[in-house]
Each structure stands twice: as C-alpha cells, then as structure tokens.
C-alpha cells in the first residue's frame, strides 16, 4: 500500500516543458513500479509511461514518446515525469500509480495534477 501526491502541474505554453513530481509515502515495498497515466476531458483515462523499481526498464505511450521522461528516487520516495515540447493534446489531468511489490496491477493512485498546455 502507498500513498501517491502528485505535484508540479500548471499552465504552459505550447513547446514548453513542465516536470511531475509523485511523492510516495506509507508503507513502500521494494520492487514496486510507477506510472503516469492520464485523462483529458471527455476522454478515458490513458497509458503515458512507467518505470521499473530499479529504473532500468521504461516504457512510453507512442504520443509522448521522444517528449517525456520517466524516472525515479526511490532514496526519495519520488517519481518524475520530465515533460518537453509539449502540445495542446497533452492537457489532462495527470496521475501518477504504482503496483504492489513485483506486481502488474496499478492498486495505488495519486489524486492528479492538472496541466494545461494552451495554443
């Protein structure tokens, strides 16, 4: 079980940059993976990114991929999301998850950040 707060959203213009931050706090297991997931208005909740407990695997949505980077510091409990060149279709609410220790299923979720990426 951990607790996710997400940070660090807000208003950019279009090929501006913005990093998440995901504080992750409570009871931690080593091994866990996080996330970032996101949904815009009127749209389903989608896939951004994710990375391994040791950071050594990433993945990325094919949107994003090439304009975000997913990392983490796990001697911080935190996770971030690097945003760069970003468009207007990247405006969400973004949240960021992580599984249980070695697991698959996202089971814990922040309460989201906006961004707003204007034209």
């Known amino acids: 079980q951990v607790q996710l707060v997400e940070s660090g959203g807000g208003l950019v213009q279009t090929g501006g940059s913005l990093r998440l931050s995901c504080a992750a706090s409570?009871?931690?297991?080593?091994?866990?993976?996080m996330g970032w997931f996101r949904q815009a208005p009127g749209k389903e909740r989608e896939f951004v990114s994710a990375i391994t407990w040791s950071g050594g695997m990433t993945s990325y949505a094919d949107s994003v991929k090439g304009r975000f980077t997913i990392s983490r510091v796990n001697a911080k409990n935190t996770g971030y999301l690097q945003m760069n060149s970003l468009k207007p279709e990247d405006t969400a609410v973004y949240y960021c998850?992580?599984?249980?220790?070695?697991?698959?299923?996202?089971?814990?979720w922040g309460q989201g950040t906006q961004v707003t990426v204007s034209s």
């Open positions: 998850a992580a599984t249980g220790s070695f697991g698959s299923v996202w089971s814990d």
């Open positions: 409570g009871r931690t297991f080593s091994g866990y993976k």
